[in-house]
């Protein structure tokens, strides 16, 4: 980090839950296939109004699969694949599913409903960018939430259907498809509380790959620079929510690749950061879970080596949402350097538009505009 400026990590690599698989401590009952897709028994599609769908069979991972072709012709609205299914559900669990897509920006909705067909619980994830090759697609009982119905109960536990729902963001049209939809029962959801194994790919004297967890102290350091890693093994499956990393003056890593495995063999990129400049690194992960995490660094500062004093894993409330992370790091930064609404601070605004004009902004007293509803703002600052 040079200056005033904080590096910010991880935001562009995370697609809203789709590209980044979940995965979570099983109970060791196996996991119950609800459907293969090998054929499209039971399932049915119910769009709105002027939303065409249509279900056919396709090719999947190993045999067949559920192919969802709509078109919005223009306009809003949603299309369902519906299909019954009488579930009562465990104490804890994990739905997944398989996949990918070709198809504009728009909302998956996952629903669940029970015998009456008036109360709905559901994974809502607004502006999925559809993943071309295969990818699994995991949703927690923490993630589903009552929708609407006359009865409020925040946990389901009786399911009667379950509905696969396209909602209309940029709308268009295209086509997904989805594999193996599984329910796999878990373990109650609980606080880490080990102590992760920690190995590098190399250690210089007095630098040794454990002492990065300790606060306060010299950290690790490699031997070399070019491609290094370090990785923690937690023992077992761990949800967290981001990390914060503190580098040495020199020593940091300018390019480097945050991974998780679940086998610590074969890893997945969650985060990459390219042209970072040191000090301490904010790292983005909401609802991840692994047993493994490195840090695979490929371009240092430095030809010596690199050096990270802390690495903190954060836990999974840290930050679940985007305005939350930005709060955290503009309380650990300089006043000045975010905007005031990011420390908690009231600032007064006004309306912004042509009279009787359809679009309007706002325009706050620190000169920040947000340019349309819901919107992105632009905001002056003054560095010296």
Do not use: C
Not at 78 to 103: D, I
Not at 118 to 142: F, G, L, S, Y
Not at 245 to 273: K, P
Request: proline letters at 6%; aromatic letters at 10%; hydrophobic letters at 40%.
């Amino acid at each position: 980090m040079t200056g005033r400026r904080h590096q910010v990590a991880g935001l562009l690599t995370m697609l809203l839950g789709v590209t980044q698989p979940a995965r979570a401590q099983s109970t060791g009952a196996p996991a119950l296939t609800l459907d293969s897709f090998d054929t499209l028994d039971g399932w049915s599609a119910q769009p709105a109004d002027g939303v065409a769908l249509s279900l056919h069979e396709g090719t999947g991972r190993r045999g067949g699969s559920m192919r969802l072709d709509f078109d919005f012709h223009g306009h809003g609205g949603y299309a369902v694949a519906r299909k019954a299914f009488r579930l009562t559900l465990p104490g804890n669990y994990a739905f997944s599913f398989w996949l990918r897509g070709a198809a504009p920006v728009n909302n998956l909705e996952f629903k669940l409903v029970d015998a009456s067909g008036e109360d709905v619980w559901w994974r809502n994830q607004r502006d999925v960018h559809w993943p071309v090759a295969w990818q699994k697609v995991t949703i927690k009982r923490r993630q589903i939430d009552f929708a609407w119905g006359p009865h409020p109960n925040p946990v389901p536990t009786d399911i009667a259907s379950i509905e696969i729902v396209v909602t209309a963001g940029a709308g268009g049209k295209g086509s997904i498809w989805l594999d193996d939809l599984a329910l796999t029962p878990l373990e109650a959801d609980r606080p880490y509380d080990g102590t992760p194994v920690v190995t590098a790919s190399s250690a210089r004297k007095g630098g040794p790959a454990d002492a990065v967890l300790a606060a306060g102290g010299g950290g690790w350091g490699s031997k070399t620079a070019g491609t290094q890693w370090i990785a923690l093994d937690f023992g077992k499956a761990r949800e967290f929510g981001g990390l914060v990393l503190d580098w040495s003056a020199r020593g940091f890593a300018r390019d480097y690749d945050v991974q998780t495995s679940e086998n610590g063999r074969t890893w997945t990129t969650l985060s990459r950061v390219r042209g970072g400049d040191g000090a301490r690194d904010y790292i983005w992960l909401p609802d991840s879970d692994s047993r493994y995490l490195r840090l695979l660094l490929l371009r240092g500062a430095e030809s010596g080596g690199y050096s990270l004093r802390h690495l903190d894993v954060k836990p999974l409330e840290w930050a679940p949402t985007k305005n939350a992370f930005f709060s955290i790091i503009a309380a650990d930064a300089p006043r000045g350097d975010y905007p005031r609404p990011f420390l908690g601070e009231q600032s007064y605004w006004t309306i912004v538009g042509v009279s009787g004009g359809v679009d309007q902004g706002l325009l706050a007293e620190d000169g920040r505009l947000e340019i349309g509803r819901a919107g992105p703002s632009i905001e002056p600052f003054l560095f010296s």
